[in-house]
Structures are given as C-alpha cells and as structure tokens.
C-alpha cells in the first residue's frame, strides 16, 4: 500500500487522529523542522502514545539505539544493525540515514528516497531531539 493510502487507512482507524494532523499542521506552520517532518508523517508519529503506524514511532529517537522498540517489526538489516551495538541514533547517525536510508543501511525496510536538502535535515533532527521526556 502506498504511504498516503496507510495515512488514509490510520486517520480512518484512529480516533483523534484527524485532530492530531491538524495540530501538526498548525505547528509546522511556524517550525521548519516540523515542516520537514510532513515528509515523515505518514509512516511515522512523535506522540509516545500512537502506535501502527507503517514506521517505528520517533518519540525520544535521539540517543535510541536502532530498532529499540519491542512493539515494532523491524527489517532484519536495521535489527542486525541496532543489536550489534554498532548503531545509535545520534545527530550525526540520523543526518546520514536522512540523506539516503537505503545507502546507509542497505535492506532497511524505509521506503524512503531520503532528504538531501542538508539544512531540511538539521531542521527535522533538531525537531526530533525536542521530542523527549
Ligand atoms: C514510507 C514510509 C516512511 C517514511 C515516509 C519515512 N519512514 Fe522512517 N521508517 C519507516 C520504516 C518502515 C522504518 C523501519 C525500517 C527498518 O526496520 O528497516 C523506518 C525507520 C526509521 C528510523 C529508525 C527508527 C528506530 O527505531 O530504529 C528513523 C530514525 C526514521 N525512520 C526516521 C524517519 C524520518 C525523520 C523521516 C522523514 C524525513 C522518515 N523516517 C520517513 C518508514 C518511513
């Protein structure tokens, strides 16, 4: 299914999610970080508390080691990756998945052609290290 059908699906299936898109939307109005993010949001949420998503929720995903969460089907590639302890997700991590996920760690299961704009990258990572306890 494609990402905006999986959005379409999650909006139909989650109550309240209509209302969290249009909080997002009136946040990413002023933030450009969280206008990044738009480039994310149908596979991924930053609210601890909304799951199912085509993507791993990135609620507090800086400073998580790679395929940390025990609610989420991870590909093998990025399991191998996060359980050998070679990977966390540090700012540095992140802006190289960002730029091209499937070079960075080939077999990943994002089907993401990345964002090569840099400063777009600065924009959305700093955005998700607010995004914490
Ligand atoms: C088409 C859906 C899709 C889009 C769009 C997408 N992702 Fe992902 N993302 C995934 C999937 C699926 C995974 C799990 C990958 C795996 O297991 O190999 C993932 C994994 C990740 C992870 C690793 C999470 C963890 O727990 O280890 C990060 C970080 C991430 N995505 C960030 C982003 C950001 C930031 C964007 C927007 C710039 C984005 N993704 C866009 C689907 C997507």
């Known amino acids: 299914m494609s990402a905006a059908g999986r959005l379409l699906l999650a909006l139909a299936l989650a109550p309240g999610a209509l209302g969290a898109a249009a909080a997002a939307r009136a946040e990413s109005a002023a933030d450009p970080g969280a206008r ?6 149908a ?12 993507g791993p929720n990135l609620y507090h995903i800086v400073g ?24 966390v997700w540090t700012e540095a991590t992140l802006d ?25 990258r600065k924009a959305v990572i700093a955005y998700l290290a607010r995004k914490r306890p």
């Open 64 to 87: 998580r080691p790679a395929a940390a969460l025990d609610d989420y089907e991870y590909s093998p590639a990025m399991i191998a990756a996060g359980r050998s302890g070679k990977l």
């Open 36 to 41: 990044a993010f738009q480039k994310c949001f």
């Open 43 to 54: 596979c991924h949420s930053v609210n601890p508390a909304e799951r199912g998503l085509p």
């Open 96 to 120: 190289r998945f960002l730029a091209n996920p499937q070079t960075f760690l080939p077999g990943t299961a994002m089907n993401f052609f990345g964002l090569r704009n840099a400063e777009e």
